[in-house]
């Protein structure tokens, strides 16, 4: 019980603390903070076959057996679940999928990994963005089943297997990693590893994104650490996730915004 409610304590946290952009000091965070919900109304009408494609899903009666190598569901924790459930359930909003995007184009994008493709929505709206390759990655073979796209989006790599083992092997073979959404397992020990192995990729103007920060104690602490990081110049907290920037001109710092 304890693990479904304190989201709902940390949200009351992340309320007192966000910030709106008339509070913002910096003129380079201000400015971009506000390009942020620029993007989001200059796409209002683009990736609008993405969210067809979710309201399939939401509408699908289909169970499948989910191979889950992390912190399970909170609203489904199953070994068969509904594809309509899935989607509700553990897929970002539109309004966060483009969030995403937003921070993904303002790297050179040639290189983005996702980690957790779930349903592959978020996987759409990256390769709508990216420049070069997008891999993407789950655990589970018959949800990426129903998320490997059977047309378009030629710049997405659908990669099955355990994380532990599929993530290193495909680190491997890039030489650096422009964006990276780190969206899976949802463990301190799981998500402190797959960025601090993302990371030796990375260079200054790379940016990664962590989902679900606030999901559980686990992730408060292991987002805490990720900020603390010294190779992290700029967090930023929309309470759903955290943006890691490695580049910022000025001193290390973090801010909790209003999304």
Not at 88 to 99: D, V
Not at 232 to 243: A, N, P, R
């Amino acid at each position: 019980m304890l693990n479904k409610t304190y989201p709902l304590f940390s949200y009351l946290a992340y309320w007192l603390n966000k910030e709106d952009k008339y509070s913002l000091q910096s003129p380079l965070l201000f400015s971009t903070y506000q390009d942020l919900f620029s993007y989001i109304k200059g796409r209002k009408s683009m990736d609008l076959d993405i969210e067809i494609y979710r309201k399939l899903l939401l509408s699908s009666d289909e169970l499948i057996e989910v191979d889950d190598y992390g912190a399970g569901s909170k609203s489904v924790n199953t070994a068969k679940r509904k594809v309509a459930d899935i989607t509700k359930f553990s897929t970002s909003n539109r309004k966060f999928a483009q969030l995403y995007q937003f921070f993904c184009s303002l790297t050179p994008a040639y290189t983005v990994l996702e980690l957790g493709t779930c349903m592959g929505i978020g996987s759409r709206y990256l390769s709508r963005v990216t420049q070069g390759n997008l891999y993407t990655f789950e655990g589970s073979k018959e949800i990426a089943k129903v998320a490997k796209p059977s047309q378009g989006f030629e710049n997405l790599s659908l990669i099955v297997g355990e994380l532990s083992k599929t993530l290193p092997s495909t680190l491997d073979t890039l030489q650096k990693v422009d964006f990276a959404l780190i969206d899976a397992t949802h463990t301190y020990e799981g998500t402190l590893s797959y960025f601090e192995q993302v990371l030796q990729k990375t260079h200054t103007k790379s940016i990664i994104a962590i989902g679900d920060i606030h999901w559980s104690r686990e992730m408060e602490r292991a987002w805490k650490e990720i900020r603390s990081n010294p190779l992290v110049k700029l967090s930023l907290d929309f309470y759903e996730c955290g943006i890691a920037l490695l580049d910022y001109p000025g001193e290390k710092t973090g801010y909790v915004l209003d999304f």
